[in-house]
């Protein structure tokens, strides 16, 4: 499959028709000649696979930015036209290809292009974005983990877009996202930053992810819970409510959520009262509970096993060892008459 090489130099300050039309031009070059020949047809089929409808609007805004990102190159001084026809151009090859030796590059395979052009809504922007975040992956553990704000400004960005640009690139199968549940245990309780990768790469982007985690004096972030709705359930509970009358389930789910409220309380000690005041919390007495739910072993009580079925007959022994079995009595039934 074709490599589109990308340099890391400058590309900062280039825009998302450039960085496209350069991966394009950079696929297309080759070095055996001194001139690429193409056309905006051949770079839009190269973009999405698939020759361009031109009755469509779509296809021919598409067309429009690639044409955009030709002239604003060329005024730049970073692609050579040397002769041009409408959309059919002549490009010298200086620049359309990167000095692996020399300078440091992004690799972007031609799928990858394909596949955010054929499925985005904005693929010039989303393809912009995955250059930019897979420029900072770590090249040995295929993993890295920038917070969302260092995204956000090394992508040129608002939060907002980076989380639309991850959810698109996450259902297309091209970037994993490994979200660690854990904070930061240094008094700033900032969250882990997420770690990122290629979702080809997805098994080595998860043992990263875990060997950065470990590197971090973190905790694990508790489930968000309503302390408030849990312990009114505590309270009903103890006064004897219909609703856990003789509904075990009900009692299980209720004695795990006062764990997590009392698991809660070694984090976050302090809880609001009616009139405004804080105040210590102070944990639910589970001794309230069954023990076997406390401890979640569930008790089988005799009654579960039903009503004895004791046998019409006392038989003896002796005759019972004499019945016939079940293959002796069916061989010696009498044939019923039909």
Request: one cysteine or more.
């Amino acid at each position: 499959m074709l490599k589109l090489f990308i340099s890391k130099s400058g590309n900062y300050e280039l825009n998302e028709q450039e960085i496209t039309v350069l991966a394009i031009l950079n696929g297309l070059a080759e070095k055996k000649h001194d001139v690429l020949l193409t056309s905006v047809s051949i770079m839009g089929y190269v973009a999405c696979g698939r020759f361009l409808n031109k009755a469509e609007k779509k296809d021919r805004t598409l067309c429009d930015n690639i044409r955009m990102g030709i002239q604003s190159l060329a005024d730049k001084g970073i692609i050579k036209i040397i002769n041009q026809s409408g959309e059919n151009y002549v490009f010298s090859n200086d620049g359309l290809e990167v000095d692996t030796e020399k300078e440091k590059f992004i690799v972007v395979e031609l799928w990858e292009l394909q596949k955010i052009f054929s499925e985005s809504n904005k693929p010039f922007n989303v393809f912009t974005f995955f250059v930019g975040l897979v420029g900072t992956i770590n090249n040995k553990t295929k993993e890295w983990h920038m917070s969302q704000d260092e995204i956000a400004t090394n992508c040129r960005c608002s939060k907002r877009t980076v989380n639309s640009y991850l959810e698109q690139l996450e259902a297309m199968h091209l970037i994993y996202v490994y979200r660690h549940k854990k904070r930061r245990a240094d008094g700033t309780y900032h969250k882990l930053n997420n770690s990122y990768g290629r979702y080809a790469d997805k098994d080595s982007v998860i043992k990263a992810a875990q060997e950065y985690a470990n590197t971090v004096e973190c905790e694990d972030i508790l489930t968000k819970i309503d302390r408030r709705a849990i312990k009114l359930r505590y309270n009903a509970f103890c006064d004897g409510a219909k609703k856990y009358q003789d509904n075990p389930d009900a009692v299980i789910a209720l004695c795990n959520e006062c764990k997590l409220y009392n698991k809660s309380l070694e984090v976050k000690p302090v809880e609001g009262s009616c009139d405004g005041e804080w105040k210590q919390g102070e944990p639910l007495d589970l001794s309230v509970f069954p023990d076997d739910v406390v401890n979640g072993v569930p008790k089988i009580s005799d009654d579960q096993w039903g009503e004895p079925d004791s046998m019409e007959h006392d038989f003896s022994v002796e005759e019972i060892l004499d019945m016939p079995t079940m293959g002796e009595v069916q061989i010696n039934q009498p044939k019923r008459c039909r």
